[in-house]
């Protein structure tokens, strides 16, 4: 992954945006990456990646009630956090 400093997103917005139709830019301040940036294709496909995660979590844990095995409400988003590495 390429990285860049803020400085530098800032001066070289443009080539920038056409770096990351190619891969991702990452963006440090004062030494520390601070942020990512992607193109719209790969954060949409992130989002869907999310969102089926979610779906697929949502459906064990009706399946777990259905089983009559069910789960705090904080239980059930500690568990969902853990596995989105959140």
Known sequence: MKA???NEAKTQ???MLLSVQ???VQ???NGKP???MVSMDDYEKMEELKMQMLKERVQRAKAEIEAGA???GDAF???LLAETGE
């Open 4 to 6: 860049v400093t803020a």
């Open 13 to 15: 917005f443009g080539d």
């Open 22 to 24: 190619r891969a991702p």
């Open 27 to 29: 963006i440090s301040k």
């Open 34 to 36: 601070i942020a990512v």
């Open 70 to 72: 069910t789960t705090g």
């Open 77 to 79: 988003f500690d568990e």
